[in-house]
Each structure stands twice: as C-alpha cells, then as structure tokens.
C-alpha cells in the first residue's frame, strides 16, 4: 500500500530521492527504492535516518538491522533472477 511520498537517502552514495513511500511487506517499514544515480538498493527513508544511523553506530539500532536484512533479501533475489535469466538466454541459444 501506498503511504505517500517521502524523501529517500542512499546509504551507499548519500544521493537523497524522493519517492512513493510503498509499506515494506504489511509492516510499518518503507520498500528501499532503487538510487537514481548509483543504482543501490541500500536506501532509507529521511525521515528515520538520523536516529537509524546513530544507532547503527553503536551496533544497537534494531531498525536499520532490519533494512540490512531487507537489503540482502533483495540482492539475493536479484541475484537469484539474474542466474535465471542466464539459464533460460542458453537454453533458447541452444533450441535455435
């Protein structure tokens, strides 16, 4: 579901974003949209960044290891998919 629009912050190269703010999953956390200038997946929603990244510091902010999870689940589905679509490139090579 659509919450509205908020400004988003790439954790990789620190380029904020605005963006619909789509419900991650049911839950209250935001889906990390994809960086407009580098690419990453790795992005937050502004307006939790400063206290996601002082906990994070500390090793305590339970939030942001909540995105370091729903980061690394969408990397490994990307991968996932990109290895698919690999499989499926060589087998129609093969039937032509």
């Known amino acids: 579901m659509i919450k509205g629009y ?13 963006g619909p703010d789509i419900e991650f999953g049911a839950t209250v956390y935001s889906s990390p949209l994809r ?10 929603p ?5 206290l ?4 994070s510091f500390f090793g305590i902010g339970k939030e942001y290891r ?4 729903i980061w690394k689940g969408m990397e ?4 996932k ?3 698919d679509q690999d499989f499926t ?8």
């Open 76 to 79: 490994e589905n990307e991968r």
């Open 35 to 44: 960086c407009e200038c580098c690419g990453s997946i790795r992005t937050l």
């Open 89 to 96: 490139k060589i087998d129609l090579d093969k039937n032509i």
């Open 6 to 18: 908020t400004t988003f912050l790439c954790t990789n190269c620190r380029n904020k974003f605005k």
């Open 46 to 50: 502004l307006k939790n960044v400063p």
């Open 81 to 83: 998919n990109r290895k």
């Open 66 to 69: 909540v995105y370091e999870n």
């Open 52 to 55: 996601f990244l002082f906990f």
